[in-house]
């Protein structure tokens, strides 16, 4: 059975990273409540949540996609590029190890967030610029071209991560918000969405993505497009950059593992 890997908000959330937009005040209570809305649509949808220990002392330990990419049987332990979101990765090799997966890890001086990750069948983009450098790129396509995949570098100066301003429909598609993307053409078949967060999808099957609720156009279109969306609402993360690819790490059951965008 396909799980989901979250990790609950720290009391600390509010004063949590933020880069490319203004602060604003978060909620960390309405917050809670929109995590577990989230985890519970996971839930409806057939998948089992798996909880990783708490990180009460980092604040955007909630954002646990950062931490962890999975390739199949393969988890990357990633080595986040602000420092105070190192310790966030201290108990990822445990969780992998529960998990019965093989693992590899990004070291010094490379630097990758998981966010900076799309997935598209063995095609592999890293936004690199941002909190990835390219020693992280060059570790990661060390460690994956020997398995089959291709790592493609694209540039990140417009948003925090890489899927901040793209993801993928499970027809490969690659979705986006032009105004944020460095360059479209660097995808093979790219479509503009309407809004900023209609670009986040995560894939929950072949005919099924999950959004952000604040986007009822952009879900109109996908839905225009033949996929069932489940939407949730998740405005407090949305304040800290967050998104709904980056508030869980998928690990699809090994019967339906194949190279599904998103994931």
């Known amino acids: 059975m396909s799980q989901a890997l979250v990790r609950r908000p720290s ?56 931490a962890l990419v999975m390739f199949e049987d393969l988890g990357v332990i990633t080595r986040p590029g602000a420092p105070t979101r190192l310790p966030e990765i201290d ?12 693992s590899a890890r990004i070291a010094a001086p490379g630097t990758l967030d998981g966010g900076d990750i799309l997935k598209v069948g063995s095609d592999i983009y890293v936004g690199s610029g941002g909190r990835t450098n390219a020693e992280g790129v060059r570790q990661l396509r060390g460690i994956l071209e020997p398995r089959g995949y291709a790592v493609i570098a694209v540039p990140v100066t417009k948003v925090l991560h890489l899927k901040s301003a793209v993801t993928a429909l499970p027809d490969r598609t690659v979705i986006g918000f032009e105004p944020l993307v460095d360059d479209t053409r660097l995808f093979p078949r790219f479509r503009p969405m309407p809004e900023e967060s209609g670009s986040h999808v995560v894939v929950i099957d072949d005919e099924t993505v999950l959004m952000a609720a604040d986007c009822p156009r952009s879900v109109e279109l996908i839905e225009n497009l033949g996929y069932r969306v489940v939407t949730v609402d998740i405005g407090e993360f949305q304040k800290l950059e967050g998104c709904v690819t980056c508030l869980s790490v998928r690990v699809r059951d090994v019967q339906s593992r194949r190279p599904l965008p998103g994931r």
């Open 91 to 102: 108990v990822v090799p445990e969780i992998v190890a529960t998990l019965g997966l093989e």
């Open 11 to 66: 009391p600390q959330l509010a004063t949590g990273l933020v880069t490319h937009i203004e602060r604003q005040p978060v909620n960390v209570d309405l917050a809670l409540r929109q995590w577990q809305a989230y985890v519970d649509a996971f839930a409806a949808c057939g998948w089992t949540n798996t909880e990783v220990p708490p990180a009460e002392d980092c604040p955007d330990s909630v954002f646990v996609e950062d």
